[in-house]
């Protein structure tokens, strides 16, 4: 009866998820099959999970790849905005956790604190200053406006800290010992032991500045400089709207989350689990 049971288990639980991965997937297939239609008939039937095969056909594809112009400037903005981003956030907040984990000095807990203060203060308040701070620097409608407020990012510094909490100062002594500086022993023996911690971020910070809105549609200016997000809700006007090429355009937007899904899931669920548990 126990072998029954252990037999049947499995199964049950593997329906379950792929109940549960259809439902979180059915919006995807729904966009992917909106985007293949033209737009009467979206404006006629709305987007919805019925379709008509013939009328479907890839010519909306077919015009963002020979005619969207617009469109690949803001795909490119987006993605130089989004790489550099996770460059910096990355290299930055890392090397702040480390210290706040494993060095001890005066004012650390003090730095912890504020850290956890702007964790709690909602992005709406502080963009006004920002948004000054920006004026003062002559850096309205550029890239840089939009990357400086994510390069040390308080979540990133956080789950760093918590993450560098865990692991073993023996190593730092070992490389003192044999002659390494301080930037050594970071770069060559600390660094790589946060591998996962690093994925993880990747990713959590890559898919928030490749859709971050606000932000950028308060710094940006010019039609040249808008990013993905941004560039996609100016096809929507009063005068008329675009929902064929809006519709294909997200479908393109989600390749390249993927894609940096792809590179480091076997990271991920490490880096989230180790990180969000150490203390």
């Known amino acids: 009866m126990e072998k029954k049971q252990s037999k049947t288990i499995p199964w049950i639980a593997n ?15 729904n966009l992917l099959i909106s985007s293949l239609r033209p737009s009467s008939e979206l404006m006629r039937n709305g987007i919805s999970i019925t379709f008509d095969p013939s009328t479907m056909s890839f010519d909306n594809y077919m015009y963002i790849f020979t005619q969207g112009g617009n469109y690949w400037s803001w795909f490119i903005n987006s993605l130089v905005i989004t790489t550099i981003t996770i460059v910096l956030s990355l290299f930055f907040s890392s090397m702040v956790g480390y210290a706040l984990a494993l060095y001890d000095f005066k004012g650390r807990n003090l730095i912890f604190g504020c850290v956890l203060f702007i964790l709690m203060v909602p992005f709406e308040i502080l963009m006004l200053p920002l948004f000054q701070l920006m004026i003062n620097l002559n850096l309205i409608d550029t890239y840089a406006a939009v990357i400086l407020p994510a390069v040390v990012a ?25 002659g390494s500086n301080e930037y050594g022993v970071f770069f060559r ?7 996962p911690s690093l994925a993880a971020m990747a990713i959590l910070q890559g898919l928030g500045s490749w859709n971050n809105f606000l932000w950028p549609l308060i ?14 809700a100016t096809l929507l006007t009063p005068y008329g709207n675009n ?37």
């Open 219 to 232: 710094v940006l200016r010019s039609n040249d400089m808008f990013t993905l997000p941004i560039g996609l």
């Open 154 to 178: 308080p979540m990133a510094v956080f789950f760093f800290r918590q993450y560098a909490l865990g692991l073993p100062k023996e190593l730092m002594d070992a490389a003192r010992i044999d």
């Open 243 to 279: 929902y064929d090429i809006l519709i294909a355009g997200s479908v393109m937007t989600i390749i390249p989350i993927i894609i940096l899904f792809i590179f480091f899931q076997r990271y991920f669920v490490a880096g989230l689990t180790v990180g969000g548990v150490k203390g």
């Open 189 to 195: 023996i600390m660094l790589p032991l946060m591998t």
């Open 15 to 29: 329906i379950v998820f792929l109940i549960i991965s259809f439902l979180a997937l059915f919006p995807i297939i």
